[in-house]
């Protein structure tokens, strides 16, 4: 499905999707993007990460809601990508990995039902609707690589829990006790475990981690909740947060 945002008779944007993968933390989502504004008209396959997009998806979804017109700016900044949205304007910033990319900048008004039918169909199309507590896989996961909060959750059903805790420690951060671990990586403490926590130097080992009655975080998602991020309400952390990494 290609997804359409702006004018068709006049600037207007295609993306389709290609695929998504959870398991990396760097350019792993790919996008097949058709661009007509002004004088430039091309297609080209983009690779963004993850994250980014989720903040895109998550700002674009925020700001359908209201009455202002969307501004959404994109702009190539060779190899890195990030998401930049202010007030009313939201950006995607990709990059194209194959030789002799392009720089692309333009900004346009779209119909804020037209960015809601977008929205709508990527959250069937390519986001889980498992939620538990208001908290979607894909709007945590993002918190967990970009804000780095220390989580507490608890899981129902078999071999469910009432509190356990999971974090991304950044690069800076090492552990107290010996032998002493520094950073980056990602932590799971689940209660009356035989291992009282468990480390992980990536985001895929992490995910990819068993520990929940033989299934992984994702396979379990639908039974767990959220409690706190940093000893705070989920939604305002989220919503902080991420309005935080929007403006950087």
Do not use: C
């Not at 890195?80 to 990319?101: H, M, Q, W």
């Not at 977008?118 to 690589?145: C, Y």
């Amino acid at each position: 499905m290609r997804y359409l945002l702006g004018d068709k008779n006049a600037d207007w944007l295609e993306m389709e999707i290609i695929s998504v993968d959870r398991t990396e933390e760097k350019s792993n989502a790919v996008i097949d993007m058709y661009v007509k504004s002004g004088s430039y008209a091309g297609d080209g396959r983009f690779v963004v990460d993850y994250t980014d997009f989720v903040l895109f998806f998550y700002h674009m979804g925020m700001l359908a809601d209201g009455d202002e017109y969307i501004v959404p700016e994109l702009l190539d900044r060779g190899y890195g990508s990030s998401v930049d949205v202010a007030e009313t304007v939201g950006g995607l910033i990709y990059d194209d990995r194959s030789d002799g990319y392009q720089s692309i900048e333009f900004d346009f008004p779209i119909d804020p039902a037209k960015i809601a039918d977008f929205v709508g169909d990527l959250r069937t199309q390519h986001f889980t609707r498992r939620s538990v507590g208001g908290m979607e896989f894909d709007l945590f996961l993002t918190a967990l690589v970009r804000l780095m909060p220390q989580t507490v959750f608890s899981l129902r059903g078999p071999s469910g829990f009432e509190k356990g805790r999971m974090g991304h420690a950044g690069p800076r951060w090492k552990t107290r006790s010996k032998p002493v671990r520094k950073g980056p990586f990602y932590w799971v403490e689940i209660p009356d475990d035989s291992q009282e926590i468990r480390y992980y130097d990536t985001l895929k080992d992490f995910l990819s981690a068993p520990l929940y009655g033989g299934k992984t975080l994702e396979e379990v998602w639908n039974r767990v909740e959220i409690l706190t991020l940093d000893g705070k309400e989920p939604r305002d952390v989220i919503l902080e947060g991420f309005t935080r990494l929007a403006q950087d």
